[in-house]
């Protein structure tokens, strides 16, 4: 972030209690994913046509303050990624994918999976969507 070659881009950031454990957000990203799998994509040239595909590569944690440019192969070409450092989770998504709702809803699975993963909580999902939530057409 902070570069003037990265456009549309938003963060969230996120302040925990403990710092991140890292396998625990491994889980979390992966379980979100499956969730939100319109969130796993990427752009193919398709003849003279970009085309937005499914991306089954794994969603990006970068350990720092800033994640990999979007879409581009070090992001493994989605247009998500996330980053910690110490306390602090970053989520950084290309614009043209969400917006702060989308966002939000998305933030909320993610630390629904992580905090039930590493403090082996039982969190009521009430107005969270996790994997047994349909997903709407």
């Known amino acids: 972030m902070g570069n003037d070659a990265v456009q549309y881009t938003f963060r ?18 992966d379980c979100t994913m499956k969730r939100y799998p319109y969130f796993a994509i990427k752009v193919v040239e398709n003849g003279a046509e970009l085309d937005t595909v499914f991306n089954g590569l794994p969603v990006v944690i970068s ?3 800033t994640s990999p440019c979007l879409c581009t192969d070090a992001a493994n070409y989605h247009f998500l990624a996330f980053a910690f ?5 970053f989520i950084d998504v290309h614009h043209g994918l969400t917006d702060g709702t989308g966002m939000d809803s998305l933030a909320k699975t993610l630390l629904y999976y992580y905090v039930n993963n590493k403090y082996s909580a039982d969190i009521d ?3 969270i969507n996790t994997l047994e939530t349909p997903i709407s057409p």
């Open 12 to 29: 969230m950031e996120i302040r925990m209690k403990d710092d991140i454990d890292r396998d625990a957000l491994r889980y979390a990203v």
């Open 63 to 65: 350990e720092g303050n």
């Open 125 to 127: 999902p009430s107005g």
């Open 85 to 89: 450092e110490g306390k602090r989770l």
